[in-house]
């Protein structure tokens, strides 16, 4: 972090907002992740070439949930950015603050990940600006270097700084949004839905009820997915099913469970919602 005092009146600056100190330390525990397939082998492998990593999956899937844990297995810090559509290249990279009457570059997440050695996990980036994903291109090539135009830095990544951007491809196209020679130095890993035995295994797990519980939920999912083509914009994802199953947890029938956090959360639509609570009552018996 340096301090740049002079010359600096045009830039806009925002004293209310500090993005420093944003990195987290290792998980000291193992964040439960149940592999799916050769994630954590590929992964591992694109780590130890620095190379980064894209991670393709609908929401819910376990995206944040496979990084925090590769941060444990790695034993590096971890700083997590949420992608929107205001998201700004500087939010990534730092901005000039004012502190105490100075005027001070603050480093932005990624830009401390960079010099920590950290994993960057810029999720569902491609809701951000464009600005926002050029940044990303010196980082991601041969070069590995963040290039600061306002601070006047380049900054040469740490060899242990690991990028790892996540899209869904259901409606993003961020192989788009990249350049083709930067966009080909990713490695990417595919994570969809877990198959129902492993869904029911992470469910159980999750939210502490039986295997067979677990199972019915699962099964009430499995039956509602395939709506997607029939006006089901989102489909219940292992997040919605983990938090249907903490609702039986703490007492409630399966159905209502399922109601309430699957059905109600899916659709505004009445008709969707009574076709959803058809196949929940038809599924649950
Ligand atoms: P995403 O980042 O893809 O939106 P998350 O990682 O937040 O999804 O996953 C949502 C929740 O689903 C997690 O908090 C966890 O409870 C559960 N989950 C999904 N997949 C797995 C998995 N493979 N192993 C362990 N938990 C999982």
Redesign the pocket.
């Known amino acids: 972090m340096s301090g740049r005092g002079a010359g600096l009146r045009e830039r806009a600056v925002a004293p209310e907002r500090d993005p420093g100190g944003l990195l987290e330390p290792p998980p000291r525990e193992e964040p ?3 592999p ?1 397939g050769d994630e954590l082998q590929v992964f591992t492998a694109a780590a130890q070439d620095r190379l980064p990593v894209l991670l393709k ?1 609908p ?8 990084v925090r844990h590769m941060a444990w297995r790695l034993g590096r810090p971890l700083v997590t950015v949420a992608g929107h559509d205001d998201l700004s290249a500087s939010d990534l990279t730092g901005r000039y603050l004012v502190r105490g009457g100075e005027t001070v570059w603050q480093d932005g997440p990624l830009t401390e990940a960079v010099r920590a050695g950290a994993i960057a996990y810029l ?1 569902e980036l491609v809701e951000a600006r464009q600005d926002t994903v050029v940044v990303l291109h010196p980082l991601a090539d041969d070069r590995r270097v963040l290039p600061l135009e306002r601070a006047g830095e380049r900054v040469a990544a740490h060899p242990d700084f690991q990028l790892v951007i996540s899209y869904n491809p259901g409606y993003q196209s961020l192989a788009k949004e990249l350049k083709p020679s930067t966009r080909q130095r990713f490695v990417a890993i595919e994570l969809g839905l ?1 198959p129902p035995d492993a869904e029911a295994e ?1 469910v159980a797990r ?1 939210a502490g009820v039986s295997l067979g519980t677990a199972m019915s939920l699962v099964r009430v999912a499995h039956s509602i997915r395939p709506l997607r083509d029939r006006g089901l914009a989102e489909v219940p994802s ?2 919605l099913l ?1 938090r249907a199953a903490r609702l039986v947890h703490a007492g409630l029938e399966p159905a209502v469970a399922c109601r309430s956090a699957l059905c109600a959360a899916l659709t505004d639509d009445p008709e969707l919602e009574a076709t959803l609570a058809e196949i929940v009552a038809a599924v649950l018996g």
């Open positions: 439960y992740y149940r799916l999956g929401t819910g899937c376990g995206k944040s949930r496979f999720d877990p992470i999750e292992t997040r983990v």
